[in-house]
């Protein structure tokens, strides 16, 4: 017979599995923070170039070798570069997901956790107060962590691999078409379909004056006279002018009112216009999400930033992962049509939406 106490004692060797499994999760968030450095210091570039030793390389990048040397020691323990002879090699493969100006290169993405790890006491006083940390406690920082993470996947994808999802949408932008970006950050995504659909004019639209004042800049470097920004609040979004085409680029689930928004955006298209979203790749339902590995990401860049800066505003906080399920319906309530909802080519963190005001 079983006693509840037997029942209390956890198995000696599960606690040893799990402490393991633990103390992995621990080190898998500090060689994080050791990628982002690399990135940040031109190592991951210069280890690239070839085998070297820690002051060969310490000298190709520019820095101190002691410092190297200790990065070195995670990178090699940790899995990411091989030591043999005294030389230190960062493998094809893991530069391939480590450098160059592709969208294949992760060592971007690093700099979001060190970024949401500097607001933990603020977002513990919401866990006991409620409440949330809004937009500005994460400036002047996340603009540029945004751009990063998304501006080489913008490059790769967006005209060749994400608009022709679309039926029609590249045809339509071709012949000319007024369109918007909504929470449009920095702006990249204008400026490449700016250049790629000369008769069409492109506005985006944000409430960051930094994102704005960058994007700005992108477009008058590149020439563009049919790229325009306007800052606007995203929940009161009336163009002077009606649009055929809009985008919301992982811009929806943070928003305080993203009903609002939704509303917006459909009211702003005339009928028959496309509205093509752009969000977190998840089920809506936690059950649907187990086993899912890239879940554990979505709801911790959730708490720490999309969930809080909506809370913060007193806003619905959908969280990043609010999910296919709940995104489909909230389209529907806000009067778009039939919603066709794929994965993003090249990016399985996303999954684009495409729908239409009904004509
Ligand atoms: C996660 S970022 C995405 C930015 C950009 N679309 C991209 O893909 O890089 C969300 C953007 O929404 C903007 N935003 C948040 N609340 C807004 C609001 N109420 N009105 C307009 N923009 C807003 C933020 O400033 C930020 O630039």
């Given at each position: 017979?079983?006693?509840?106490?037997?029942?209390?004692?956890?198995?000696?060797?599960?606690?040893?599995?799990?402490?393991?499994?633990?103390?992995?999760?621990?080190?898998?968030?500090?060689?994080?923070?050791?990628?982002?450095?690399?990135?940040?210091?031109?190592?991951?570039?210069?280890?690239?170039?070839?085998?070297?030793?820690?002051?060969?390389?310490?000298?190709?990048?520019?820095?101190?070798?002691?410092?190297?040397?200790?990065?070195?020691?995670?990178?090699?323990?940790?899995?990411?570069?091989t030591f043999d002879d005294g030389r230190y090699t960062l493998p094809a493969a893991h530069a391939a997901a480590l450098t160059g100006p592709g969208?294949?290169?992760?060592?971007?993405?690093?700099?979001?956790?060190?970024?949401?790890?500097?607001n933990l006491d603020a977002v513990a006083e919401a866990f006991r107060n409620g409440g949330g940390l809004p937009y500005d406690a994460f400036a002047p920082d996340f603009t540029g962590v945004m751009d990063q993470l998304n501006r080489r996947p913008l490059d790769?994808?967006?005209?060749?691999?994400?608009?022709?999802?679309?039926?029609?949408?590249?045809?339509?932008?071709?012949?000319?078409?007024?369109v918007a970006d909504v929470g449009c950050g920095t702006g990249h995504a204008m400026v490449i379909l700016g250049k790629a659909f000369p008769a069409s004019t492109f506005t985006g639209y944000d409430i960051a004056e930094d994102a704005l004042a960058h994007a700005?800049?992108?477009?008058?470097?590149?020439?563009?006279?049919?790229?325009?920004?306007?800052?606007?609040?995203?929940?009161?979004?009336?163009?002077?002018?009606?649009?055929?085409?809009?985008?919301?680029?992982?811009?929806?689930?943070?928003?305080?009112?993203?009903?609002?928004?939704?509303?917006?955006?459909?009211?702003?298209?005339?009928?028959?216009?496309?509205?093509?979203?752009?969000?977190?790749?998840?089920?809506t339902d936690l059950a649907d999400n187990v086993g899912n590995p890239f879940a554990p990401w979505i709801y911790t860049i959730s708490t720490l930033h999309c969930m809080t800066v909506s809370l913060a505003g007193g806003g619905a906080g959908l969280g990043a992962a609010w999910g296919k399920e709940l995104a489909v319906r909230m389209l529907g309530e806000a009067g778009f049509g039939e919603v066709a909802v794929a994965p993003a080519p090249g990016q399985a963190l996303n999954l684009i939406y495409a729908t239409e005001r009904p004509g």
């Open positions: 017979m079983t006693t509840s106490a037997d029942t209390d004692v956890p198995d000696r060797r599960a606690v040893r599995e799990f402490a393991r499994h633990l103390f992995g999760v621990y080190t898998a968030g500090g060689l994080t923070m050791m990628i982002d450095l690399g990135h940040r210091t031109g190592l991951f570039e210069a280890a690239a170039r070839g085998p070297a030793t820690s002051a060969e390389l310490a000298e190709r990048a520019g820095l101190q070798e002691r410092y190297v040397r200790e990065w070195l020691g995670a990178m090699v323990t940790g899995g990411i570069m969208s294949k290169n992760m060592a971007p993405m690093a700099a979001m956790v060190p970024l949401l790890g500097r790769e994808l967006l005209v060749d691999a994400w608009l022709p999802l679309v039926p029609g949408l590249t045809e339509r932008l071709a012949a000319g078409a007024r700005r800049a992108e477009a008058a470097a590149e020439g563009l006279t049919n790229v325009r920004f306007e800052r606007a609040d995203a929940a009161a979004f009336r163009p002077a002018e009606p649009v055929d085409v809009a985008f919301a680029i992982d811009a929806v689930h943070d928003q305080v009112d993203p009903a609002a928004v939704l509303r917006g955006i459909h009211d702003a298209l005339v009928p028959g216009g496309r509205f093509v979203m752009v969000d977190m790749a998840a089920a």
